[in-house]
């Protein structure tokens, strides 16, 4: 399973950005996609995530500023970003928990990372 995450950019304050993420691969499905974000020097903390019923958890800095969407049938989550802020500044990572059909066990992975900046 592979992912490509697109829609990094630079942006002002205030201004907002889309980003998107596309699982490829075959034999699997998946149970939940989501965003993390990463600074130099720091952690990767999660952003918002969603399972392929609906249910979506949001960091408390991001909530009501960002929305996180999916698209199961295409293997697509996008991460509405609104009303950015300089803060938000950092890489995104796309993760996706996923099981080959028929089995039981459980595999994360991540996609590239793509660079959001918020100028203020």
């Known amino acids: 399973v592979q992912l490509q995450a697109s829609g990094g950019g630079l942006v002002q304050a205030g201004g907002f950005l889309r980003l998107s993420c596309i699982a490829s691969g075959s034999g699997f499905s998946i149970e939940n996609m989501g965003w993390y974000r990463q600074t130099l020097g720091n952690q990767r903390d999660l952003v918002a995530s969603?399972?392929?019923?609906?249910?979506?958890n949001y960091a408390d800095a991001v909530a009501g500023r960002f929305l996180i969407s999916g698209d199961f049938t295409k293997k697509t989550v996008y991460l509405q970003m609104n009303t950015v802020k300089p803060e938000d500044t950092a890489a995104y990572y796309c993760n996706v928990a996923w099981r080959y059909y028929g089995r039981t066990k459980i595999h994360n992975n991540w996609g590239q990372g793509t660079q959001v900046t918020v100028s203020s």
């Open positions: 969603i399972t392929t019923s609906g249910a979506t």
